[in-house]
């Protein structure tokens, strides 16, 4: 099994440590109508993600797409444990960090949320784990990219 390695480091904005398989979002996804909240999976038929699930994920996005209604939508995806653990932004966008603030306040409990300080390299990388710190560790694994 790989190791962890450094991997970046952000602002920790809500939550405490946590870790997640890695899913990096392409194009930006609006929870409002492109995520079901009982599966957790991507359900918008234009995103080119389509079907991926992104329940107990570390999500890597830049901004959210569309409508602040994707605070509701994140929101009933923690309550129905469906949510990522992890929310990794390169771009600041409060609409989803309501959501986690609001969810932390209500069931103690929701992703960790991140402000990358740079946009990382995710050539190879499975799984990530978020420090209290901000700090980012990854594991690569190059063999499943290649088969």
Known sequence: MAEWEPWCSGE???GSGAEGDLVALVEPLSFWGGVDDTTGAIIDGHHPQVGII???????MG???GSSS????L??????RTAPEVLLFTDTDPILVVAAVVAWELY???PTVVLLSASPDVDGVTRVRVDNDGRVSARRN?????T
């Open 12 to 14: 920790v904005l809500v």
């Open 75 to 80: 929101l009933e995806c923690i309550r129905r």
């Open 108 to 110: 103690g409990r929701g």
């Open 54 to 60: 992104l329940a107990g994920s570390a999500l890597l």
């Open 63 to 65: 901004a959210t797409r």
């Open 142 to 146: 190059f063999e499943r990219e290649r």
């Open 70 to 73: 994707s605070t509701s939508t």
